[in-house]
């Protein structure tokens, strides 16, 4: 009996750690996905400008000639 009274909060204080671990990349894991998110609309955005103006100096010169 007293073997499990030394080992229960032994086991207890490595649960919480485990749990702890697996909180904060859970945690980084979703801060990713959020920066990765980000920055593919950024460069969805970017894209889509560059493709406006390409068709805006197409049109111009079009126009032009």
Known sequence: MNHAKQLFPIALQELIAIG??????????ERAKQASKAS?????????RKE????QLQ???????
Do not use: S
Request: overall charge positive; charged content about 40%.
């Open 20 to 29: 702890e671990k697996a909180r904060k990349q859970r945690e980084q894991r």
């Open 40 to 48: 593919f609309t950024r460069a969805c955005k970017h894209a889509t």
């Open 52 to 55: 406006k103006q390409a068709k």
């Open 59 to 65: 049109l111009q010169l079009q126009t032009r000639i």
